[in-house]
């Protein structure tokens, strides 16, 4: 005997299949009996009606891992034949983030938007966007256990969460096994002997430059990746630069000076890497095996593998023995805020959330670590290579400090580029270095956020 309740599914089913509920409707009519949005959706499809939900995506990959978003979109559209689903690919950086700000204050922004969690407290503390509903994201698998907690607390903004990581791409170490295996750098078991300290570094370094005849590291001094490096060694040390609100300079100069003094033996003292070299040329430098290793984020695995490179991944040094930290990001699902929330399309984003991240195992393909941890302690993951071998890390990465010009593509990192590569060249002191830095950052923090 089928009871009341269990026929009402079947009822709503067979009377949105006719055509006689519009999806909006048959969603809130779920809801009111008590039937969760996702069970609803689930419902809906099975039931093949024509009755469609429009789902807009905006996202900035434009470089190798957008090939993988792609695939990974491609995987939604095919399973979810009942939501019409648009993703728009915009320039990464400022220009991403200022048509996302645009868009939610003129009431037009994308249902699910992309990003970076060191910019979602400016774009929370701004209203521009929706906190997520922790018992709406229960239903589609979404919850505080399924992601590391340091990950899962940087993504709320006073108490409420808003945004779902999808990954941690922190900054890591490259190294070729051809010629590491020439320096004497591997151990019996074929894998790097432990670089711990900057003797160790430095030294591992001038072996490798002694076999490529050429460079010991492949290292960008010109972009944001003195900025990356000198955030590492200067958490390692305990450093802080901003309070935490975000609106005080507490930049420790002594430990400031220390980390960019090490950055400076390796260009000036030691020549062990180039002072004027660029992005693309340090990775092409690596690439072509003309240095040893190479400090990047762990987006250009994919690069690497392409020129069938024979090389291997770790997590950055542990440069002074101290509080191991090394510099990262996180691509994040947001939800830029809507003036009047459409129940189904806000189903549809919760849907489409928990399937990217389900479907991660793509995205950790490029290189990032996947966020959700049902992918990233599977076997499948455990068995990528080497992905797995600086997965690690995502325990211990810091995110750049809480402010409405900081996080990955801001003004921050461009100051800190500007400055850090004056010491780089041998144009600078550390001393002098941290003193144009500062001075950047306290005209910053004179301004009104614009958001």
Partial sequence: MISEHDSIPEQLTTTASNGRLTRRAFLERSIALGIGSGAALTLLNACGSSPTTDLTYWNLFTGGDGVRMVQMQKDFTKSHPNINFEADTLTWGDPYYTKLAMASAGGRPPDV??????????FAAS??????????LAKYDISEDKFLPSLWQKAQYNGKLYAIPLDTHPFVMYYNIDVCQKAGLLGPDGKLKPLDGTAAVMDALKKAQAVTGNLGLALDTRDVQPWRLFYTLYNQLGGQI???????????????EQA??????LTITNKVASSTMDYGGAVATFGSGKAGFHWNGDWELPTFQGQNLHFDMLPIPNFFGQTYYAQADSHSFVLPHQATVDPTR??????????????????????????????ATGNDYKNMSPQSHYASVASNVVF???????????????QAGQAFQTVLVGQFTPQQAI?????ALQKLLKIPPPL
């Fill in 113 to 122: 938007g992309i990003s970076h969690l060191s910019r979602v407290p400016a």
């Fill in 127 to 136: 209203n521009m966007l929706d906190p997520f509903d922790l018992n709406e």
């Fill in 242 to 256: 901003l309070s935490s609100d975000g609106r005080t300079l507490v930049i420790d100069e002594g430990k400031a």
């Fill in 260 to 265: 960019l003094s090490f950055m400076r033996d």
């Fill in 346 to 375: 806000r189903a549809a984003s919760l849907e489409f959330i928990s399937f990217m991240l389900k479907d991660s195992l793509v995205w950790a393909g490029g290189g990032h670590v996947p966020a959700y941890l049902p992918v």
């Fill in 400 to 414: 750049d400090p809480v402010a409405w010009f900081s996080g990955s593509g801001s003004e921050l990192e461009n």
């Fill in 435 to 439: 003193a144009q830095f500062s001075a």
